[in-house]
């Protein structure tokens, strides 16, 4: 069946397999003090680098 655009209804489920079959046997991997872990890549959202971090003041300095 085919929409008033001319495109098949189902297009996003189509889309969606096509993204996990690309996704299948792929982890993200990370280092965490001395050991290495990995994830399934589609349970991953987003990654966010490392950022820049803003002392407290009169905060010991242990505390970040």
């Known amino acids: 069946m085919r929409t008033e655009q001319g495109k098949p209804d189902n297009v996003g ?16 991997t990370f280092p965490l003090a001395e050991e290495e872990y990995g994830i ?5 959202t987003e990654i966010v680098g490392i950022q820049n971090i803003t002392g ?5 300095l242990y505390v970040r």
Request: aromatic residues 4%.
């Open 56 to 60: 407290l003041p009169d905060a010991p």
């Open 40 to 44: 399934d890549i589609r349970h991953v």
């Open 13 to 28: 489920e189509i889309m969606d397999n096509e993204i996990t079959d690309l996704q299948e046997d792929k982890f993200l």
